[in-house]
């Protein structure tokens, strides 16, 4: 997929890389972008030779959040038409939450607003020492509803409750202390630290690195009720069973790399 504002590529590793190429807006997205990124997500998903996904920005930011020009015309739109906008970014943050392989965010300059959800749909999120956030909606009279659930799960309730409100700007050390950011360095060497997780990434199995995002999900906020311990165990059960189990122990006890690690 290439065209003016997305393009994806893949290379041999099957490493996958969507860049928003709008950096005369700062990459602000509007509805024509969110379906383009809900439909470049549904073909990384359905190809069985992507392993990892970054997500990433040209230019000086991130992503700015909301166009301004489309939040003009949402102004004028009906109640029915208003929900199923919301529905759409929903979707979009939804997809990217749950995609069925590792995803990371090249976070430069700023993640505003929707650009903050971005950052918390993503596994792993690196950060430049320039990068910049905020959750400006309540200075708009709104509010980061349809990102929410995934901004406070990254943030936890106690730093949302207060960038939520304030909707002040932070740093990349302060996204780093709650917990936003998994690790923040000098912008030039954010592709050589993205790359260096890759490859531990692609260590893992196809299959494997599926079911353990699962698992978290499975497992989050949960108590651990008989019924938690019996799913976990059911899983693990699976996972032995199965061809890249059997091929990652074989590997293991043969002190050789499993067939899935290109060398």
């Known amino acids: 997929m290439s065209d003016s504002s997305l393009t994806l590529n893949k290379d041999p590793r099957g490493v996958v890389t969507l860049s928003i190429n709008r950096p005369e807006i700062h990459n602000a997205f509007d509805d024509v972008l969110i379906a383009e990124l809900i439909e470049a997500l549904d073909s990384v998903e359905n190809d069985s030779e992507a392993r990892v996904l970054i997500l990433r920005s040209e230019g000086k930011s991130f992503s700015a959040g909301a166009d301004l020009r489309w939040m003009r015309r949402m102004a004028d739109y009906t109640a029915e038409e208003n929900k199923a ?3 759409e970014l929903a979707a979009l943050m939804k ?4 995609l069925n392989i590792p995803t990371i965010a090249r976070v430069q300059g700023a993640a505003f607003g929707g650009g903050v959800g971005l950052v918390a749909c993503c596994d792993i999120a690196i950060g430049s020492t320039k990068a910049l956030f905020c959750l400006s909606e309540v200075r708009l009279g709104l509010m980061p509803a349809v990102i929410s659930p995934y901004v406070v799960t990254a943030m936890g309730e106690r730093a949302s409750r207060r960038y939520f409100l304030t909707a002040e700007r932070f740093n990349a050390e302060e996204a780093l202390r709650v917990n936003l ?13 993205i790359e260096d997780i890759t490859k531990n990434l692609l ?3 196809g299959c494997s690195l599926t079911a353990a995002k699962d698992l978290i999900f499975a497992v989050s906020s949960r108590p651990t009720t ?3 311990i019996e799913d976990t165990a059911e899983r693990i059960t699976k996972a032995r069973a199965s061809d890249e189990g059997k091929e990652g122990l074989n590997a293991f006890l043969e002190k050789r790399s499993p067939n899935w690690v290109k060398n």
């Not at 997809?95 to 749950?98: E, F, G, P, Q, R």
């Not at 950011?181 to 000098?186: G, I, N, T």
């Open 203 to 205: 260590k893992g199995g």
């Open 226 to 228: 008989d019924e938690l």
């Open 95 to 98: 997809k990217l939450n749950t």
């Open 85 to 87: 906008d919301a529905m």
């Open 181 to 193: 950011l998994h690790e923040m360095v000098e912008e030039d060497d954010l592709d050589s630290t």
